[in-house]
């Protein structure tokens, strides 16, 4: 079936007899003869049809009423000549003849001198060469004139018997009915044309500001409705918080095992205790279940299944009566996330401060690159997303100026994706190593790994470049293949205390069967990442998982900001990344002595793991299984100011 985008599909017999009947009502046809738009009649038509079950736009009604009513008038004056022997080109005659009989008549003579040429008022019926062929097939199927027939028709200010020429064959008839009710005697001669004159009530100045001024006020509703929207978001997940909070409050309550009143009223009420996200305890004093949960030695019972909470500062003091005094406190009930927005309050205090304390503050001082000069070193012809998104995110969380070394045909790809990154297209040239020691000394951090690939000429180009930026003392962070690299030549990295490496659970597997020749212990993660960590030389190692574990050889911390289930592509560029940042931040801060008693690398990599599981989390409570790294990369301003500068 064809449709035309005015008339719309052809109309059948039984819309179009619903469309007469609304039409011909009373209110309908006074809105017509009154002051009314008759587009504004035409709009109260097509709803009124569409509440009847077909649906029809007020331009469609329009044009199918003025082909019906052409078919009328021939059909009419067809009658006056032919005994009504043309009655049956128009299917609707009767309903016509009903409606239209009804409607005031003007006498011809006040349509020529009343502005026959004038805009209608009655039906806001048109002349266009479009329509005029219409009526015909719409009906009855085929056409009853030749194609030469013309049809004039021209409309006063108030609803008349409307002149028509009709040419058949060729045979001319000119007729100019009076009244419905009067029969046509002798045939007047034929009017002269008048052309026709729009009129427009409205100037293109007043409709253009009433435009600009609903276009505005569209807008301001725009807006108040998204604040207004926002604003129950905000509250919906503050009351969620607080069901959380209250839930975790009654569970303690339920299993501490408080004594009675009396005796409860003797004992000193002991502080609450806010589970830590930040746990430096050495693996020796905690082991973990089968399941992969944290127990305490003295306590073998895993009361609900979350890690326990430790108190590092208290072991000494304890003895052990250590888990009854937790359980009693609730703290046996912490969570692995922290509640939503406040998800920054569950950090350990100290590392918490000393993260905030390395971010430098913004001030119109500064020059250019004087916050971070990141080099990525990755990227080839398979892998271009993954430089971008380190390289993107280093931007994003504070540093000035992104440098990627990668192959000439990754190089286009890499600079298409953003032009804030400083692209360098040397890493598969043969004096590449030569080219971006060049820049090593405007560095202040190095990234090497992502989108780096296995190729072997690569792989010593890296280790070239990670030789060099040792020599001048610079951070480095390896993730990807960077760590195949390490994996199979560990003295490249080994010793560096301003290196950090940042596996997943088979790269680090991976690092730990190359350094120590046996399997991994997976049920002691932690004993395994003190140990790998310690035979690298105590550099700085990064397991992700389920809880970020960063050691230096020294302790393992764990970092439980809250994530997501939702695990895609590229967050790992993001972390390390946002890691070579950091990097430059805590090593700054220490040398101007505003970290003491603390690995710098350490306090990097727990404030890159906070913010890229932070950005996970956000972006998951807006994109839920769709989440992608593109949407986290958005994440990383908000998220950045809910942890360190709130």
Avoid at 158 to 171: E, S
Avoid at 448 to 457: E, H, I, M, S, T
């Amino acid at each position: 079936m064809q449709a035309n985008t005015t008339r719309g599909f052809l109309w059948s017999d039984i819309e179009t007899r619903t469309l007469l009947n609304i039409w011909g009502e009373q209110d309908i046809q006074t809105a017509l003869d009154g002051n009314f738009r008759n587009s504004f009649v035409y709009r109260d038509v097509s709803r009124r049809l569409g509440a009847m079950g077909f649906e029809r736009t007020p331009e469609q009604c329009r044009v199918r009423i003025k082909s019906l009513k052409r078919q009328y008038l021939l059909a009419k004056e067809g009658n006056l000549r032919n005994n009504g022997q043309y009655h049956k080109i128009c299917k609707f005659y009767d309903i016509m003849e009903r409606i239209l009989s009804n409607r005031p008549a003007l006498d011809p003579q006040e349509l020529i001198d009343g502005g026959a040429g004038a805009e209608e008022a009655g039906d806001g019926l048109e002349e266009d060469g479009e329509d005029a062929q219409d009526g015909y097939p719409e009906s009855t199927g085929e056409c009853p004139y030749p194609a030469e027939t013309e049809v004039k028709l021209e409309y006063p200010a108030v609803p008349i018997p409307i002149p028509v020429k009709v040419t058949v064959g060729n045979n001319n008839i000119s007729a100019k009915p009076t009244n419905s009710s009067q029969v046509a005697g002798t045939l007047p001669a034929r009017t002269p044309k008048r052309p026709r004159k729009r009129r427009s009530n409205f100037p293109m100045e007043k409709l253009m500001e009433q435009f600009l001024e609903q276009s505005a006020q569209a807008e301001d509703n725009f807006y108040r409705v998204e604040e207004q929207r926002l604003q129950a978001e905000d509250r919906r997940r503050e009351a969620e918080h607080a069901r959380e909070l209250h839930m975790l409050q009654m569970l303690a309550q339920m299993f501490s095992g408080r004594p009675s009143s009396s005796s409860s009223a003797q004992s000193k009420p002991s502080p609450p205790v806010r589970p830590p996200v930040i746990s430096s305890t050495p693996p020796s004093h905690r082991t973990r279940s089968p399941s992969g949960h944290l127990k305490h030695p003295a306590c073998q019972t895993d009361h609900f299944s979350q890690p326990l909470s430790t108190d590092p500062q208290g072991l000494g003091s304890r003895s052990g009566a250590v888990c009854d005094e937790k359980i009693k406190d609730g703290a046996a009930f912490q969570r692995y996330y922290s509640l939503g927005s406040s998800s920054h309050k569950g950090m350990d205090d100290d590392i918490g401060s000393l993260v905030k304390s390395i971010v430098p503050p913004l001030t119109s001082k500064k020059h250019k690159g004087q916050d971070g000069r990141i080099g990525i070193i990755g990227g080839c012809k398979d892998y271009t997303g993954a430089p971008y998104f380190a390289a993107i995110s280093a931007l994003k969380v504070g540093g000035d100026l992104s440098h990627v070394f990668c192959t000439k045909d990754a190089a286009t790809v890499i600079k298409s994706y953003s032009p804030e990154l400083i692209v360098h297209p040397v890493l598969d040239s043969p004096n590449a190593v030569e080219e971006i020691e060049t820049w090593l000394p405007r560095l202040h951090g190095l990234v090497v790994g992502p989108g780096l690939g296995r190729d072997d000429f690569l792989l010593k180009t890296a280790k070239e470049v990670i030789e060099r930026s040792k020599a001048r003392d610079i951070p480095i962070v390896i993730d990807a293949d960077g760590l195949w690299l390490i994996s199979q030549q560990p003295s490249v990295i080994h010793g560096y205390q301003k290196a950090i490496l940042t596996p997943n659970f088979m790269e680090f597997t991976r690092l730990f069967e190359a350094l120590h020749h046996e399997p991994m212990n997976g049920s002691d993660h932690r004993r395994s990442v003190m140990q790998l960590s310690g035979a690298m030389g105590n550099l700085t190692l990064v397991l992700k998982g389920e809880q970020d574990l960063i050691s230096d050889g020294n302790k393992v911390y764990s970092c439980s900001v809250e994530g997501s289930g939702r695990r895609c592509g590229g967050q790992g560029d993001l972390l390390s990344g946002s890691m070579g940042v950091m990097a430059h931040w805590a090593h700054a801060a220490s040398t101007a002595g505003l970290i003491r008693g603390m690995n710098p690398s350490v306090v990097a990599a727990f404030g890159a793991c906070s913010l890229t599981r932070q950005c996970n989390n956000q972006a998951f409570q807006r994109h839920g299984r769709s989440t992608t790294t593109s949407d986290m990369i958005q994440e990383i301003g908000p998220a950045f100011r809910k942890l360190f500068e709130s």
